[in-house]
C-alpha cells in the first residue's frame, strides 16, 4: 500500500516525500523508481539466459550450406537433400520473421518423403540434426493410437520434443519433429472407416491439430493423461514437421494412374518415356490419398518429395565414401583396440551384390559386414595379431557360415 509517511526506501534510502510512491513490505519498503529498475534487470537477466537454441540471423545456415553438410554423411538423394534443404532454411527465416505492416504471415513447410526402406529418409533426419540450433527430435508413428487405447496417446511427439528442449517450452515451440513410418497410420481402405481404426485413419485425425498449429496440453513425462496430472501447454504453430515413410506398395497406385491414358498415339508414346524401375519419381498427393492418407493430413503436409532406390554404384559409395560409413566404422573399432584393419577391392564388390540380393537398401550393407567381421571381433582383442587382411576368400567363407547368409531372396 502507499505510504506518506516519513518512512524511507530500504533500497536507495529516499524519503517518501522525494518519491512519487512508497510501498512498504513486512520488514522493508520500496520506491517506485527502485521497483521500475529492479523490473529492467530481472528483464536484462531472462534475456541472457536465452535457450542455448537460440538462432542468429548471421549464423543463419542457407539451403547450399545445408545440402552440402548433408552431401558429407549421405550419398545421393539430391531431389530430397534439396528439398529438405530449402524446408529447414525457411522454417529459421519463419522463426526470425518480424510483424511488419503488411500482415504477411509465412506459413510452415511441413513436408513428407517417400522412399524405400533403407533409402537413406531416416539418416537424412538424424544427420541434419547436428547441424540444426532448434530442439529436434525423431519419432515412430507406429507406436501411436488413438486416446484411450494401447499405446502412446499422439502429444507423446511433444513430449520428446520437450525433453529435447530440456522442457525449455519456447524453444520446443520452435523446433523440428521427424515423424517416421508415417505410411503405417494410413487407413485400411480408401474408403472412410465405419470402425474404429485407432491406430489408422485415428491417429491421422488427432495429428491434423499438431500439424496445423494448436495449443495442446502436454503431460512433461509422458504417459497418460489424468485429471490430477500438471500439463505443460505447448503451441505447434511453430513446429516444423517431417515426415517419412516407405509405402510400400504405392508404385502399384502410381502404375496404375499413369496407364489411366491409354488411348491414342500420343498417349502410348508419353507412356513409353515413363521411367518404370523409379516409378516413386511420379509420385503425387493423389497417390497418397489413394494409399491411405486422409485428404485432410495431406493438405498439412505441403512439400511432397522421394527418394530414389539404390543402385550398385550408390551402395558401393556408401559402403566406403561417407564421414561415418560402414567400413570406416568397423575400422574405428578394431582401431581402438590397436588392430589395422585392410579390405580388398573385391571384399566391397562382394558385400554390395550380397545386399542386392537381400533387398534391405543400404541396412543391407551393416548385417553382412557385421557377419563377415563378428569372429574378427570376437577372437583378436583377446590375441596379439595386430593386423587384419580381409581378402575376397576370407568374407567369403565367414559370410556363408553365418545366419545371415539365410536371409537371401528367393
Known amino acids: 500500500m502507499a505510504k506518506t509517511t516519513g518512512d524511507s526506501c530500504t533500497f536507495c534510502g529516499r524519503n517518501s516525500k522525494d518519491v512519487k510512491l512508497l510501498i512498504n513490505g513486512l520488514s522493508g519498503a520500496i520506491c517506485d523508481e527502485c521497483t521500475l529498475q529492479a523490473y529492467e534487470i530481472v528483464q536484462e537477466q531472462t534475456t541472457s539466459k536465452q535457450s542455448s537454441f537460440h538462432i542468429d540471423q548471421k549464423e543463419l545456415p542457407k539451403p547450399g550450406d545445408i545440402k552440402a553438410f548433408l552431401d558429407q554423411y549421405v550419398i545421393g538423394q539430391d531431389e530430397a537433400k534439396r528439398y529438405l534443404s530449402v524446408s529447414v532454411y525457411n522454417h529459421y527465416k519463419r522463426l526470425l520473421q518480424k510483424v511488419t505492416s503488411d500482415d504477411v504471415e509465412i506459413e510452415k513447410s511441413n513436408i513428407i518423403m517417400v522412399g524405400a526402406t533403407g533409402t537413406g529418409k531416416t539418416l537424412l533426419a538424424r544427420t541434419i540434426a547436428k547441424l540444426l540450433h532448434v530442439p529436434f527430435t525423431i519419432v515412430d508413428a ?35 519433429v521427424f515423424i517416421d513410418e508415417i505410411d503405417k497410420i494410413a487407413r485400411k481402405s480408401d474408403n472412410p472407416s465405419i470402425t474404429r481404426d485407432v491406430s489408422g485413419e485415428g491417429v491421422q485425425q488427432g495429428l491434423l491439430k499438431l500439424l496445423e498449429g494448436s495449443i495442446v496440453n502436454v503431460p512433461p513425462q509422458g504417459g497418460r493423461k489424468h485429471p490430477e496430472q500438471r500439463m505443460i501447454a505447448v503451441d505447434t504453430k511453430n513446429i516444423l514437421f517431417v515426415c517419412g515413410g516407405a509405402f510400400d506398395g504405392i508404385e ?43 485428404p485432410e493430413i495431406i493438405g498439412r503436409l505441403p512439400i511432397l518429395t522421394y527418394l530414389n532406390p539404390l543402385d550398385r554404384n550408390t551402395l558401393r559409395s556408401i559402403l566406403t565414401e561417407p564421414k561415418n560409413s560402414i567400413i570406416k566404422q568397423y575400422s574405428k573399432l578394431f582401431e581402438m583396440d590397436g588392430i589395422k584393419i585392410i579390405f580388398d577391392e573385391a571384399v566391397y564388390e562382394f558385400i554390395v551384390d550380397k545386399a542386392l540380393e537381400f533387398k534391405l537398401g543400404a541396412r543391407g550393407l551393416r548385417s553382412i559386414v557385421e557377419a563377415i567381421m563378428m569372429d574378427a571381433m570376437y577372437s583378436m582383442p583377446s590375441e596379439e ?26
Open 142 to 176: 507406429t507406436v501411436l493410437t488413438e486416446a484411450g487405447y494401447v499405446g502412446e496417446d499422439i502429444e507423446s511427439i511433444l513430449t520428446r520434443l520437450l525433453q529435447a528442449a530440456d522442457y525449455d517450452v519456447e524453444a520446443a515451440q520452435r523446433g523440428i
Open 252 to 294: 502399384k497406385k502410381i502404375a496404375q494412374r499413369l496407364n489411366t491414358r491409354v488411348v491414342g498415339y500420343a498417349a502410348s508414346k508419353e507412356t513409353a518415356t515413363v521411367d518404370r524401375n523409379n516409378l516413386l519419381r511420379y509420385i503425387t498427393p493423389t497417390d497418397l490419398k489413394s494409399f491411405g492418407l486422409i
Open 385 to 410: 595379431k595386430k593386423e587384419l587382411h580381409v581378402t575376397l576368400e576370407y568374407a567369403r567363407v565367414k559370410f556363408e557360415k553365418s545366419d545371415v547368409n539365410r536371409l537371401q531372396v528367393a
